[in-house]
């Protein structure tokens, strides 16, 4: 087979240090989705939704063949802070967490998730991000040490 193809799709999370809540702002959130979907985009990971609330991040993204899920979330972290820094001085202590949270998502369950990671406001006003968390690592049998999860 002289191509070399994939269909990886990739449910990412990932939250401010300490859960600050810095985007509680309708609109900048909005600008700060576009603008990590648009990272995926230039890295070749085209993004399917991107959602989230004031403290954390939804990211749905096919994986691009030459691109780990380790560097996705590394760029989308890095470029997204210098841009938010840079945008708005009020951004200057801002901080993502260090680790981060990454799924697979199976193409029958892609609508499913899509609509999961749309609908992240509403979902938030009966559940937080920390059970929220929790709730998606048991899901997906992922064990976990609470002691290393938050920072």
């Known amino acids: 087979m002289p191509q070399s193809l994939t ?12 859960r600050r809540r810095w985007f509680q702002n309708a609109e900048a959130r909005d600008q700060l989705h576009a603008y990590l979907g648009r990272i ?6 085209d993004p399917v939704r991107v959602g989230g609330v004031e403290d954390h991040i ?7 063949r030459d691109q780990t899920a380790a560097n996705l979330v590394k760029e989308l972290k890095r470029v997204s802070s210098l841009w938010l820094k840079e945008t708005d001085p009020q951004f200057q202590a801002f901080a993502w967490q260090n ?3 990454c799924f697979s998502v199976s193409q029958s369950n892609l609508t499913q ?3 999961y990671v749309a609908r992240q406001e509403e979902h938030h006003h009966r ?3 920390e059970d929220e968390l929790r709730a998606l690592l048991e899901k ?12």
């Open 113 to 115: 998730v899509t609509e």
């Open 7 to 18: 269909a990886i799709y990739l449910h990412i999370v990932f939250s401010t240090k300490g």
């Open 40 to 45: 995926a985009k230039n890295l070749g990971c």
């Open 127 to 129: 559940l937080g991000f």
């Open 58 to 64: 939804h990211v749905l993204a096919r994986l691009a």
């Open 140 to 151: 997906h049998n992922l064990e976990y040490d609470e002691r290393y999860l938050w920072d």
């Open 99 to 101: 680790g981060y949270a």
